[in-house]
């Protein structure tokens, strides 16, 4: 069996030394908390969004991430503007598909933006990855509905063939694939479904974890594991309180993360080639 610690942990290192610029165009519920969640890291984040300027901002990224939680007509065509000049400027293109499938302009805003620019990874939960790809799963708002807790992995790497990118479904257990090589990664925590933005957040730390590695299977390996190590440290430290505190204390450890930090709060476990 592989050992990812020593590769990811690596990546950790050049995420914090380097400090990597992320450009978010996310949705107004959860701006303030992606942006704390990134510096905490010890990411950059930025918040741009008019058209006359988000080509220039991707162009100068280390990531886009495209978020379409709270969207409208403008703000896809915007996400498109940017989302083209980061593909002509090598920045890798991150989406959160947010609620596809539970409205129809979500899913199809969601193929627009796949039709019309390189995304290079999707992250989202079992039923917004479904949706996407053209199959049915509960979802409420932009909630994962009952196939919360079910093993993900087929449809991870059905989804990844399909859309031509690495894709990672979130829930009790995180799953990412290139459509080939599948890894789980365990940790995390119940209360992250608690926080509202927990999702949101995370596809943009994957955006930082990218920023720093070309090969984005193993940057969003890396992304997975130290979120979900920093939950399962917050979620102990804040067992006697409740989602308020997580939130606070997860920000902090998600400051407090080193290169062992995996270590008893998450692991990386290979599923074998699909
Ligand atoms: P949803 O809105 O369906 O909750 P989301 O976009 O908010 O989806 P999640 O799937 O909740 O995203 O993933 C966000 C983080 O929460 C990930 O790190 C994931 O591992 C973690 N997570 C979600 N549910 C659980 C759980 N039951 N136990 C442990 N970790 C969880
Ligand atoms: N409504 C529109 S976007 C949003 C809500 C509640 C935030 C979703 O955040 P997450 O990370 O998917 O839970
Ligand atoms: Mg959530
Ligand atoms: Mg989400």
Redesign the pocket.
Known sequence: MHSWEKEVSALLTKVQQSSPLVHNMTNVVVTNFTANGLYALGASPVMAYAPEEVADMAAIAGALVLNIGTLNRELVDAMIVAGQSANAHGVPVLL?P?GAGATRFRTESALRILSEVKVSLV???A??VAHLIGEVREIKG???GNS??SNHAELAVRAARELGTIVA??????VITDGTEVRI?T????L??KV?????L??SVLGAFAAVEANLLLAGTAG?AF??AA?AKAAERTADLGPGSFQITFLDELARLHPGSLEGYAAVLEAGAA
């Open positions: 959160d947010v992250r989202g939960n039923a917004e932009v909630d994962a919360a807790g479904i979130t829930g009790e257990e995180d990664i940790g995390g925590d119940a992250l479904t509202t933005g927990a999702g949101c995370l596809t997975l979120y979900g939950a």
